[in-house]
């Protein structure tokens, strides 16, 4: 895969504004998001056929819904582990054993420059 056919992140988060703050974020930092308010429609974008534009998924651990980020941060994980995979939370810190591999933290509240940022970099490593 090309770093240019890796542009996209999908951004998994139940709250309205917070899901269009980050896409925001990600659309200033030069990325195409892909919005999903649970982990079905986040597997459903995941899964749409010839999906080789994902580099990176950001996940809220917190959906409002019975899966949580989590358990949708390590489906990514088994399903695709060249995609790099941020989970954030306003709660407590996930402890690392329970992330994927290689996962990032990232925690609530942000700004949309340290979000552009992470984003990139988060890019970059999965273009690698």
Not at 50 to 67: K, M, S
């Amino acid at each position: 895969m090309t770093q240019t056919k890796r542009l996209g992140v999908l951004v998994v988060e139940s709250d309205p504004l917070l899901l269009l703050f980050a896409s925001d974020a990600a659309a200033d930092a030069g990325l195409i998001p892909y919005e999903a308010r649970d982990s079905a429609r986040a597997l459903q974008i995941l899964n749409q056929d010839e999906r080789d534009d994902l580099g990176t998924i950001f996940v809220d651990t917190d959906l409002a819904e019975r899966a949580d980020g989590m358990d949708l941060a390590w489906t990514v994980h088994r399903l695709r582990p060249d995609i790099r995979i941020v989970v954030t939370s306003a709660g407590r810190t996930p402890d690392p054993k329970t992330m994927p591999p290689g996962c990032i933290y990232f925690g609530k509240p942000y700004n949309i420059y340290d979000l552009m940022s992470l984003l990139r970099e988060a890019f970059s490593a999965s273009a690698d």
